[in-house]
């Protein structure tokens, strides 16, 4: 089944040692979204690909990067992450020129910064 | 800007229950309304969506009618199993194109007792 995928699902990381989380299609979407989710809060966008040109969020920290080698995968880096970057991290897909309104989410990544 | 209220949570019901999760809406131009499920320790599920007036989206015995007139889109379902326990958003999009997102809801709980 086409599909998004996350990897790790579950990551634990000290503070300040960078980490990267990973997230892979099959639905051969255009766009990628990364999203960060607190607990009890409604995900909040960090910045998306459309194909290979990057769009940042205004307020997103720079502590936090992306990587789109290819258009299957797409990488979130945090250089230093501290302790409020524990989150819930999910990735979405979505295809801008059919089904332009429809955003198909991964299981997300529970990151945990001790 | 555009935003989402949904209605405070979080909500409790016993099995077989008719449930009701409002939701109302503020957008510039037609958005299109989703309705979108977490369940425990997981990613956003796509629930159902609406993409203009009057349209009514449907899934897994979930409803939500798209009211133009009162910016509504409330999600109701006849009889909730206990399997429904989990997080639902309701959300908007605008303006499909490159640079678009989703405008997410706060999110409410629903715990389904047997």
């Known amino acids: 089944d086409a599909m998004v995928i996350q990897n790790p699902r579950y990551q634990v990381t000290q503070f300040g040692k960078p980490v990267t989380l990973s997230c892979s299609q099959t639905?051969?979407?255009?766009?990628m979204y990364w999203y960060q989710q607190k607990s009890s809060q409604a995900p909040k966008l960090l910045f998306h690909?459309?194909?290979?040109?990057?769009?940042n969020e205004a307020d997103t920290p720079d502590n936090f990067q992306s990587r789109r080698p290819n258009t299957s995968f797409c990488f979130l880096d945090i250089r230093s992450p501290g302790l409020g970057d524990a989150a819930m991290y999910l990735c979405?897909?979505?295809?801008?020129?059919?089904?332009?309104?429809?955003?198909?989410f991964g299981p997300g990544t529970r990151l945990t910064v001790l | 800007g555009d935003s989402v209220t949904q209605m405070e949570g979080p909500v409790t019901l016993s099995e077989e229950a008719f449930l009701t999760i409002n939701c109302t809406y503020t957008?510039?131009?037609?958005?299109?309304l989703f309705w979108y499920v977490q369940y425990p320790g997981e990613g956003l599920q796509l629930l159902l969506k609406?993409?203009?007036?009057?349209d009514k989206g449907s899934n897994k015995g979930f409803e939500a009618t798209y009211r133009k007139e009162t910016t509504s889109f409330h999600l109701e379902k006849g009889s909730v199993q206990v399997s429904d326990s989990a997080v639902y958003f309701c959300?908007?999009?605008?303006?499909?194109?490159?640079?678009?997102?989703?405008?997410f809801g706060k999110g409410i709980t629903l715990s389904v007792r047997p």
């Open positions: 957008a510039t131009g037609y958005p299109s």
């Open positions: 609406a993409t203009k007036a009057d």
């Open positions: 690909y459309y194909d290979k040109d990057f769009n």
């Open positions: 639905l051969n979407h255009n766009v």
């Open positions: 979405a897909t979505s295809r801008i020129d059919r089904d332009t309104d429809t955003q198909y």
């Open positions: 959300a908007l999009y605008t303006s499909p194109g490159a640079n678009s997102k989703l405008t």
